[in-house]
């Protein structure tokens, strides 16, 4: 098992949230000044200032995690075996396609390879392009190739140093997003503090390098930056097109880089169409950000040679379904109260009966079942009837995938955060409600409304889309802790935003009666000011001493693994084991797989749960039957699955396996009544007793504490 040990000695503007004022001075002689050109520059200094703070703190957190990494494993004197090591599971196989395009011939037989790709999956030739979302490895080692950079820098460095060079792009695009909601830099700062202060719960990149996420989610953060500008008001025809034009790039990176786009982007849709039909975005640019959604996802179907699973996404029904709702209605935001709820009530219907025809009929014409894994563990995840289906359990029963732990909120409330997220989520809510209600009421509540004008504010379009967006993803991260990243980062804008926004104390003080422009200016700077000396002061040595604690990576079974494999097995072997340990063969071996962790093809997830038998109670004839139809030459077993400890009996990956079979599980407890007993011991345990049945399939070659590795008898 790959760990750490302690290193060894020796190895918009801040004059825009109150506009200068039309007033002229008058001097003595009758002359009128005005204070146009004093705030022109003073806007000038601002946005100069507070754009240099930006860079500033996106660089900073760039070193920091680049820091972080290099403290944790020591990666700058590690051997490169070890650092390949370091890419654990998923993140291994995708760095391996990097790796691959770097040591091909040429570029052109790179990306040959990759098209024609045998070594993924023994007996298929898969493209990888189509696949995976790897376009961002092509792009990195053509960089690599062409540039003069490889006498001073190591590919693996240019790899790791682009990631973290992402994360000051994300932490600038949170910065602006909540300064552009705010109107001053200084939301900005405290937002980007945020992140940094609450990196377990907004960041794992420093750890998890090659994730598809930490490709994405800066994309993600440009893309929500750049919506929030569109919704402004008032915006010229120029900056609105060039607008549009930087939320399409941004929505074709996301897409391009992860392969669960499709997902966030139709929660990103549903923001969109709550907030349309309550009238409280512009409708034009809400059909033009539907289209963007939808072109973008096109043209990265084309690019992955037009994968099936995009085709058949929910997020391209559901947009199609809204746009062919909206030209059949044509009078929807017409009418009184009653009219209108009833006009939603059946659009919203029909926008769901559309996406659900739509994408069964997309389905049905492109025979897809790529994602069917996802919907299982959604059915069984919410409580719509258990399961033994072996991929959704294997889903249910890792962590990541579970309901977010409950410490979350206390590590978040230890810098104010969660305190001030909830606080200002409160008020926001209560004023879209207001707003909504007074939106669908049209002229038949005037007098109502009037009555609550004193502690209501006007919702403006940004902060509304900000406020749906961090609800809807809220919602996925309480459900889903894989998805808490998407959340928490933006809890960091939101909350900032809320502290320094005019809006928000001018509604608190109206309502208790004590506004005034001057008190308000004051709350707004003077209380952000303190919280941030506050996380100074709290988490300042806590950071220093985090930088300043030096240990090195430590896996040497896996090492030794990796050597004895590229030592003493030719270069065609073909290897089975977990997905997990096999993605890390691909990268420090380069030898054929028969499974890997890119989960995301029904053949494959087939074919895993087949080679997964190893950890079963089977027969070694089947076993052996099961590992030779995929061409295996070497199989690796894991005492740390098959003596499994990790996981409570019933979501261990032999417990998984027994329960798929129809056998009962290993140990006290109980058991459906309709499982049964199998005529045969666990697999990867009765192997290594080397008995006859045994030995005459397979030959112990390779052990050590961790893993024993047998070649397969090459039967007539």
Not at 600 to 609: G, Q, S, V, Y
């Amino acid at each position: 098992m790959t760990t750490v040990r302690q290193r060894r000695v020796g190895k918009g503007t801040e004059a825009a949230e109150d506009q200068p004022s039309e007033e002229k001075n008058v001097k003595p002689d009758g002359k009128i000044l005005s204070d146009h050109t004093g705030g022109k520059l003073w806007n000038i200094l601002s946005i100069t200032v507070g754009g240099i703070v930006a860079i500033s703190l996106g660089l900073l957190t760039s070193v920091y995690v680049a820091t972080l990494h290099e403290n944790d494993l020591w990666f700058s004197n590690i051997k490169e075996v070890e650092r390949e090591i370091s890419f654990r599971t998923e993140c291994g196989l995708y760095y391996s396609y990097y790796k691959q395009m770097i040591q091909a011939a040429s570029i052109q037989q790179g990306l040959h390879g990759l098209v024609y790709d045998n070594k993924t999956e023994s007996v298929r030739t898969i493209n990888i392009l189509e696949r995976m979302n790897v376009y961002q490895e092509v792009f990195l080692s053509i960089l690599y190739r062409i540039l003069p950079i490889q006498q001073y820098l190591e590919p693996v460095y240019f790899y790791i140093y682009t990631l973290f060079g992402l994360q000051a792009v994300y932490v600038i695009a949170l910065y602006v997003t909540s300064w552009l909601l705010s109107g001053t830099w200084l939301s900005g700062l405290l937002a980007a503090c945020w992140y940094i202060t609450n990196r377990v719960d907004t960041t794992r990149v420093e750890f998890t390098i090659p994730l598809r996420e930490n490709w994405a989610l800066p994309f993600f953060a440009v893309q929500i930056a750049a919506i929030t500008y569109l919704l402004r008001t008032h915006l010229q025809p120029v900056q609105e097109r060039l607008t549009l034009m930087a939320v399409f790039i941004a929505t074709f990176l996301f897409s391009l880089t992860w392969q669960f786009n499709q997902f966030m982007m139709l929660i990103q849709a549903l923001t969109l169409f709550i907030l349309d039909c309550f009238d409280m975005l512009p409708t034009a640019k809400v059909m033009w950000l539907y289209i963007i959604q939808i072109s973008g996802l096109l043209l990265v179907c084309v690019l992955q040679f037009f994968n099936s699973m995009i085709l058949g996404s929910l997020l391209i029904s559901f947009n199609a379904s809204v746009l062919i709702a909206r030209t059949i209605q044509k009078n929807l935001k017409k009418g009184g109260l009653l009219n209108r709820l009833g006009k939603l009530i059946l659009h919203v219907l029909l926008v769901l009966c559309l996406t659900l025809l739509i994408n069964k009929f997309i389905k049905k014409i492109l025979n897809l079942e790529s994602d069917e894994h996802i919907f299982k563990f959604l059915k069984a995840k919410f409580g719509f009837g258990a399961t033994r289906d072996f991929d959704a359990n294997l889903y249910l029963c890792e962590e990541a995938f579970g309901l977010l732990p409950l410490n979350t909120f206390s590590r978040l409330s230890d810098t104010l955060l969660f305190y001030i997220y909830v606080f200002v989520l409160f008020l926001m809510a209560v004023a879209a409600v207001i707003v909504a209600f007074r939106n669908l009421s049209g002229s038949n509540q005037v007098q109502f409304m009037e009555k609550m004008e004193e502690c209501t504010i006007t919702l403006k379009p940004d902060a509304a889309y900000n406020l749906i967006h961090t609800v809807l993803f809220g919602c996925l991260a309480l459900s889903t802790m894989r998805m808490k990243y998407l959340w928490t980062s933006h809890m960091c804008v939101f909350a900032s935003f809320g502290l320094c926004s005019t809006e928000v104390w001018k509604l608190i003080l109206k309502c208790i009666h004590l506004y005034t422009s001057q008190r308000t200016r004051v709350i707004k700077y003077s209380i952000p000011i303190i919280t941030l000396l506050y996380i100074s002061y709290k988490f300042w040595p806590g950071i220093m001493d985090e930088l300043s604690e030096l240990r090195e990576f430590y896996d040497p079974d896996t090492v030794e693994l990796m050597n004895w494999i590229k030592s003493n097995t030719p270069n065609t072997a073909v290897f089975a084991g977990s997905m997990q340990l096999l993605a890390g063969v691909k990268l420090c071996t380069g030898r054929t797989l028969t499974n890997h962790p890119h989960y995301e093809d029904k053949n494959l997830r087939e074919r895993t749960k087949q080679i997964y038998q190893i950890y079963a109670k089977r027969s070694p004839e089947d076993v052996y039957r099961i590992l030779r139809s995929f061409g295996t030459d070497y199989v690796i077993l894991e005492d740390s699955i098959c003596y499994e400890r990790r996981h409570s009996r019933g979501c261990r990956l032999r417990d998984l396996l027994d329960i798929a079979n129809g056998h009962i599980m290993d140990g006290l407890g109980e058991n459906e009544p309709d499982l049964k007993p199998s005529l045969y011991p666990r697999f990867c345990e009765e192997i290594k007793k080397n008995l006859p049945p045994y030995t005459i399939h397979f030959t112990r070659v390779f052990q050590n504490k961790t893993f024993h590795v047998y070649k397969l008898a090459k039967h007539k």
